[in-house]
């Protein structure tokens, strides 16, 4: 019998508890991780429909986002997460979204 994968593993807790943010946006980073783009993509939307303060998931879906092609979502996201991580002070992730956003001309 093999060990579960670390995404079989967080999938089943969030079974048990599918509000749970730092789980969603773990298993949404094993997905973007493993290059699996669609299915990190639609994590960390869920997660940001869930939890629209959890900062590093604007940032990580956009860098999906840019994965997958889809710039102009890329730059809603990553504009949406600069005003969330602004008010909430974290001025370290709101610079490297807005660094990200730079790139993008």
Do not use: C, W
């Not at 980073?29 to 669609?38: H, R, T």
């Not at 956009?62 to 809603?76: I, M, S, Y």
């Not at 974290?90 to 979204?97: I, K, L, N, V």
């Amino acid at each position: 019998m093999s060990a579960k994968s670390r995404k079989e593993q967080l999938e089943e807790m969030l079974a048990i508890d599918p509000n749970d943010s730092f789980l969603r946006y773990g298993l949404a980073m094993e997905y973007f991780s493993a290059g699996e783009n669609e299915t990190a993509a639609r994590h960390f939307h869920e997660l940001l429909q869930l939890d629209p303060e959890y900062v590093p998931a604007y940032l990580m879906a956009g860098q999906t986002l840019l994965r997958l092609g889809d710039e102009e979502a890329a730059r809603a996201t990553l504009q949406a997460g600069i005003a969330v991580a602004t008010r909430k002070g974290d001025a370290h992730t709101a610079g490297e979204m807005l660094g990200l956003l730079q790139t993008l001309g």
